[in-house]
T-cell receptor, first 117, second 110 residues
Framework: DVKVTQSSRYLVKRTGEKVFLECVQDMDHENMFWYRQDPGLGLRLIYFSYDVKMKEKGDIPEGYSVSREKKERFSLILESASTNQTSMYLC????????????????FGPGTRLTVT | KNEVEQSPQNLTAQEGEFITINCSYSVGISALHWLQQHPGGGIVSLFMLSSGKKKHGRLIATINIQEKHSSLHITASHPRDSAVYICAVRWGYNTDKLIFGTGTRLQVFP
């Protein structure tokens, strides 16, 4: 069964702390994604990785960085957490586009609800 | 203006009713996804389509590429269908990235 796991369901951090959110997938997917979800705004892409050590900025990368040292693991880092980073963070993975350009569905983790006080 | 618009934003229904959720997008796409998110956060993919119609159980998804519009239908709705339904589109053919709508919150009452 397909599985994407995230390190925490709930997390409370203080302003200025460095925060690590971990995501692990067991499907050998090339692509991994970090999103944040806020009421009324839908899911917004923070960063995307299409291979080990490869990353691409999404729509809202400011204040975040990522790391992908192994294919199965994609980490989101908040260098200095701020209250406006309080949100639900969702990780997803998918197979890469195939030669025919066929898109594949994304598999989502359960989410981490981060509160920064 | 959002590139992906869903309507309605909120929907309530009685058990057994036929439900329709709409999604419109503003540019050409190569694929459209319908996703379901239950309370607590988990998101599952329901459909991925680029033309025509797909059916899975009581769920039906249709897309009209010319009109840039898709609908998700639920027949014989049930309280367990209560969730947020999200439309997402893939622009172009050389990207794996999706653009998401803001979701439709559905509540089905017994």
């Amino acid at each position: 069964d397909v599985k994407v796991t995230q390190s925490s369901r709930y997390l409370v951090k203080r302003t200025g702390e460095k925060v690590f959110l971990e995501c692990v997938q067991d499907m050998d997917h090339e692509n991994m994604f970090w999103y944040r979800q806020d009421p009324g705004l839908g899911l917004r892409l923070i960063y995307f990785s299409y291979d080990v050590k490869m990353k691409e900025k999404g729509d809202i990368p400011e204040g975040y960085s990522v790391s992908r040292e192994k294919k199965e693991r994609f980490s989101l880092i908040l260098e200095s957490a701020s209250t406006n980073q309080t949100s639900m963070y969702l990780c997803a993975s998918s197979l890469a586009l195939d030669i025919g350009g066929l898109n594949h569905e994304q598999y989502f983790g359960p989410g981490t609800r981060l509160t920064v006080t | 203006k959002n590139e992906v618009e869903q309507s309605p934003q909120n929907l309530t229904a009685q058990e057994g009713e036929f439900i329709t959720i709409n999604c419109s997008y503003s540019v050409g796409i190569s694929a459209l996804h319908w996703l379901q998110q239950h309370p607590g956060g988990g998101i599952v993919s329901l459909f991925m389509l680029s033309s025509g119609k797909k059916k899975h159980g009581r769920l039906i998804a249709t897309i009209n590429i010319q009109e840039k519009h898709s609908s998700l239908h639920i027949t014989a709705s049930h309280p367990r269908d209560s969730a947020v339904y999200i439309c997402a589109v893939r622009w172009g053919y050389n990207t794996d990235k999706l653009i998401f709508g803001t979701g439709t919150r559905l509540q089905v009452f017994p």
